[in-house]
């Protein structure tokens, strides 16, 4: 589907309200960062953009580094209750959960990269256009290392930029930009960086969406509220 800049494809994110803050959705092939703190809906909203595509016939894959496949789905459906087709779509292998748990730290350059071909192949399997890796923060092993973190991150945007894929890359953070929080030096790897927020309104908890940036089409800079309902994201506009 062409939207937005003539001639670019986008993967919408079949989220209400966020396509309009992207001008119609990420451009195809971006590497894009959702950032948030914890509990702000990372693996929600990144399923739910599966979950959306799906239902238009685009195929993805979910990569799961931190819970089993079964809790993925469970939590899904539970926070999710008006999607009562997740089972068939999963069987119809429109979404591939993938479970990778227990990768803390890197052993070496070579497992990396052997993770990475294997996401490839399973992405290959069901021609996924959209790929979410959830999360990247147990990759992070110690303050120490955040070099390496950088360079593997690097070479994980890389590889999926080489795939065709369009990528949704979760981690936990408080900031989408800080070297202390994301443990990054600098977000040159990334295409696009959606964050994920809660402050506090009077009292009241309150979620707020910001896109900080997005290469490859013009998109709002405000930082919009939302909220997770039974029938999914919702963003205020
Ligand atoms: N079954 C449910 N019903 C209603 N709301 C739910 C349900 N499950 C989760 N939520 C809401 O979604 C939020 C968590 O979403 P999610 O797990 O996607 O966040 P996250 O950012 O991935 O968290 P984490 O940092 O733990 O990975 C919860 O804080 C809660 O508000
Ligand atoms: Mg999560």
């Known amino acids: 589907m062409e939207m937005g800049t003539p001639g670019r494809s986008r993967i919408m994110t079949g989220i209400n309200g966020l396509d309009e803050m992207s001008m119609g959705g990420i451009p195809e092939g971006n590497q894009v960062l959702l950032a948030g703190a914890a509990g702000t809906g990372k693996t929600l909203l990144s399923f739910e953009m599966l979950y959306r595509n799906a239902k238009l016939n685009v195929p993805g894959t979910f990569v799961s580094l931190e819970e089993g496949r079964d809790s993925i789905i469970q939590n899904a459906g539970g926070a999710f ?9 999963i069987h119809s292998s429109r979404i591939l959960i993938q479970e990778q748990t227990g990768i803390s730290g890197f052993k070496s350059k070579e497992n990396w990269q052997s993770f990475l071909a294997g996401i490839n192949k399973i992405v290959q399997s069901n021609k996924s256009r959209l790929l979410v890796i959830d999360s990247i923060s147990s990759l992070r092993a110690s303050e120490d290392d955040d070099r390496v973190f950088t360079r593997y991150v690097d070479l994980m945007t890389e590889t999926f930029r080489n795939m065709g894929v369009t990528s949704i890359i979760t981690m936990e953070s408080e ?7 994301t443990g990054l030096y600098g977000t040159f790897m990334f295409d696009g960086i959606i964050w994920l927020n ?20 013009a998109h709002r800079v405000e930082s919009m509220p939302y909220e997770i309902t039974p029938r999914g994201f919702n963003i205020f506009k």
């Open 81 to 89: 209750s008006y999607f009562d087709d997740i089972d068939d779509i």
């Open 175 to 181: 900031s989408p930009v800080s070297k202390d929080q």
């Open 198 to 217: 809660q402050v506090d309104m009077n009292g009241s908890m309150q979620y707020l969406v910001r896109i900080v940036k997005m290469r490859k089409t």
